[in-house]
């Protein structure tokens, strides 16, 4: 991992003008300033980001006391401290503003001190650093702080496909770290990070605004939460990380609503010298976790991204792996494409003396064509409703007859999801929908692959 680095070295000429801009910031604490002295200039390596600025200053001595602060705003900035020969522990926080965190004073400063983010306020780039220097008698000393960025960015978020009927989109990240210390590390792990999605001119996506968004890191394997509002009423799905999602990463999501109020998107986590990509599913009947990827950023440009299809993204209307490709759409990411699949299945003649039941039969029904599948696909879903009216029988029939032990697409009752409903129409017509579920005819599932663009 690529890091910034905050050195401390000694010198022993100081310039006027640097006495004039840094010691009207120092705050020192003790006897007179000793004959041993530190100098602290900031800078970040070749391959890293800057660092981020205000850095404050804080060396302790082996006692835990605060002996001196001082702040440096700029690259241009230098600070010297006069020591007494002995052992000192430096720290360093970076990105901490004055108006957005409250940070310990000369008086107080202990290494476990509290960065608390004020009131109303939003996380900035926070980094840290820490170490220790053994001064001697008019000793001029040089000491490298490593400075580490302690919170994560969420860089993209949105969410595409939602219901016109939604007022309001947002996400929950939980658990995180509530709070950051002066010696880097973090305290507690109730804390969360929540965002309001802006609705976008199409009326059905969703999407962050502002790409200068920081939270704290996980605390464990996160949990994300979306959040659909429609007037009073707000539905939740949540989703289970099966890693930690931590400090120092670029956090990319792009989810779309699908059938069953299912939501699937990728979360992307860039780190300084890789990209670890996790696939999940949201679905009002948990979450289940679809493909997780590495790619370390730099060789193995031959290998393919686990959960996405090699190749270039098939037209609409279609045949990709035997399957008929019902539509397409596209993120900053990656391309979608729905696929309809070849055979269906007839369940008409059963008797259900409940709902509850009849779902079974439809998760049994497409659990089969999953374990059955020859092709390579899986996650055969019933399609929604705007899916069912795309279907054009007589396009789509001429397409399927290319493909081998094909069923045509038939004048009949076809199941589809209505939230948490399961309702039938007939394909290609907007008037036959909203149909009971004991109409049905034929059960012929869709499913979502996804490309590189």
């Not at 960015?153 to 939980?174: G, R, S, W």
């Not at 802006?198 to 996506?205: P, Y």
């Not at 037209?315 to 055979?343: C, F, M, P, Q, R």
């Not at 007589?394 to 004048?411: C, E, F, H, M």
Request: hydrophobic residues 35%.
């Amino acid at each position: 991992m690529k890091t910034m680095k905050l050195t401390i070295f000694g010198c022993t000429l100081i310039a006027a003008l640097l006495l004039s801009s840094c010691e009207k910031s120092m705050e020192v604490a003790g006897a007179a300033e000793g004959n041993s002295k530190l100098t602290v200039q900031t800078r970040a390596d070749a391959n890293s980001a800057k660092v981020s600025y205000p850095v404050t200053v804080y060396a302790m001595n082996s006692d835990g006391q605060c002996v001196r602060r001082q702040q440096l705003l700029s690259d241009n900035d230098e600070l010297s401290f006069n020591l007494d020969p002995a052992t000192y522990h430096i720290y360093a926080v970076g990105g901490a503003t004055d108006g957005d965190y409250t940070l310990p004073t000369l008086e107080n400063a202990v290494a476990t001190s509290v960065i608390t983010l004020n009131s109303e306020a939003r996380h900035g780039d926070l980094m840290t650093a820490s170490n220790t220097i053994t001064l001697s008698e008019n000793e001029s000393n040089t000491l490298t702080l490593t400075m580490i960025r302690k919170v994560m960015h969420l860089q993209n978020l949105v969410i595409n496909n939602v219901p016109t009927t939604v007022d309001a989109v947002a996400v929950t990240f939980t658990p995180l770290y509530d709070n950051l210390l002066l010696n880097g590390s973090y305290t507690t792990t109730s804390g969360e990070y929540g965002v309001a999605l802006t609705e976008q001119a199409d009326g059905t996506t969703w999407q962050i605004t502002d790409d200068d968004l920081y939270m704290l890191p996980a605390a464990d394997n996160a949990t994300i939460t979306v959040k659909f509002t429609t007037g009073q009423s707000t539905t939740s799905y949540s989703y289970s990380c099966p890693q930690p999602l931590e400090a120092n990463k670029h956090i990319r999501i792009t989810g779309t609503f699908e059938d069953e109020l299912i939501l699937t998107g990728t979360i992307t986590g860039a780190t300084w010298d890789g990209t670890t990509t996790i696939e999940f599913t949201f679905s009002s009947n948990g979450s289940t976790t679809v493909d997780t990827g590495n790619d370390n950023g730099g060789g193995n440009q031959g290998t393919q991204e686990e959960g996405v299809e090699e190749g270039a993204a098939p037209e609409v209307g279609t045949v990709y792996k035997g399957a008929y490709v019902l539509n397409s759409t596209d993120d900053a990411i990656y391309t979608y494409v729905t696929l309809l699949n070849k055979t269906e299945v007839d369940i008409s003649g059963e008797a259900f003396p409940n709902e509850e039941e009849f779902k079974t039969v439809i998760s049994d029904a497409l659990a089969e064509f999953n374990a059955n599948d020859t092709y390579g696909i899986t996650n055969w879903r019933l399609p929604t409703g705007d899916e069912l009216i795309s279907i054009s029988m007589g396009p789509v029939n001429q397409i399927l007859k290319t493909i081998s032990g094909y069923d045509a697409i038939a004048n009949h009752n076809y199941y589809y999801r209505d939230g948490d409903a399961i309702k039938c129409g007939l394909p290609g017509s907007a008037g036959t929908m909203n149909r009971s579920y004991t109409l049905g005819n034929a059960l012929r599932p869709v499913t979502t692959v996804k490309f590189n663009k």
